[in-house]
């Protein structure tokens, strides 16, 4: 079954009355289990697409059903208990909360659900050694490699047991090893939990990695390589 389908998506932005169209009516649908990248030229929409995806912004026209959700004509607060409830999300930039330690990072988007404190404390202990920082919990982000706070990022975008994560450029600030640790990391929880990944990516070695890998060049879609059959999945 598909956890994405995407029909016709077309998103413009107008800033200054100049109009930008940074996707151009694309068609996609991604099965449930998939681990695929979104690669392309910067500019090319990959930012804009994985945002409309995880219901962070709005199309200008198409539909999209992610997770068995229709998202358009969605409230923002239904879209914002989407988010909180389907997804999660690993950014370029970590964006981890400086004053809260490893824990407490993970430990929110479970507050943020409701689980009580006890649950919350277990799950994302569990989490956080699963992603090999067993001893990092208890320190905050500036006290940790990018390597470790982007591990911190992942275990915060799983602990609730998403059933997709939306990733953006996850390695980018990453050297190439600590890189290729942070794939096996997602690999192994896509294979282990049958999460859903997408993740956009410049990078070469990221591409090669992924199982499906889709091209956009400027707001379009010119290649789709690997894609499961419905079949297989
Ligand atoms: N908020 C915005 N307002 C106006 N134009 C925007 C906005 N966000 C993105 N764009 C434009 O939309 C197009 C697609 O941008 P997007 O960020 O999706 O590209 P990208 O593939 O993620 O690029 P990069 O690899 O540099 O991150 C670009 O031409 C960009 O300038
Ligand atoms: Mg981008």
């Known amino acids: 079954m598909a956890i994405i389908t995407v029909n016709k998506l077309v998103k413009i932005y107008e800033s200054n009355k100049l109009e930008v169209q940074a996707l151009r009516g694309i068609d996609l ?30 199309p200008t026209s198409g539909t999209l059903t992610v997770a068995g959700k229709e998202l358009n004509g969605m ?9 909180l409830n389907n997804i999660g999300f690993i950014f370029q930039a970590y964006n981890l909360i400086p004053v809260l330690t490893a824990l407490e990072n993970v430990e929110y988007i479970l507050l943020l659900q409701g689980v009580d404190k006890k649950k919350r404390r277990k ?12 001893k990092e919990i208890n320190r905050r982000p500036k006290e940790l490699s990018g390597g470790q706070q982007q591990r911190v990022a992942v275990a915060r975008a799983i602990v609730s047991e998403p059933e997709l994560v939306l990733a953006d450029e ?11 640790g942070l794939l096996d990391l997602m690999h192994n929880l896509n294979h282990k939990k049958n999460i859903t ?17 889709i091209s956009l060049t400027d707001g379009a879609i010119v290649s789709d390589q690997g894609k499961k059959s419905s079949q297989e999945s």
Do not use: C, W
Request: glycine share 10%; proline share 3%.
């Open 197 to 213: 990944f997408i993740f956009s990516t410049h990078d070469r070695m990221v591409m090669d990695y992924a199982e499906r890998l």
């Open 75 to 83: 409230s923002a607060r239904e879209l914002s208990d989407m988010r």
């Open 123 to 134: 799950r994302s202990v569990r989490i956080l050694k699963e992603v090999g920082l067993a």
């Open 29 to 58: 649908s991604v099965e449930r289990g998939e681990f695929t990248a979104i690669a392309g030229p910067s500019g090319s929409g990959k930012t804009t697409l994985l945002n409309l995806i995880g219901g962070l912004d709005y």
């Open 170 to 180: 996850p390695t980018a600030n990453l050297d190439q090893k600590t890189g290729a």
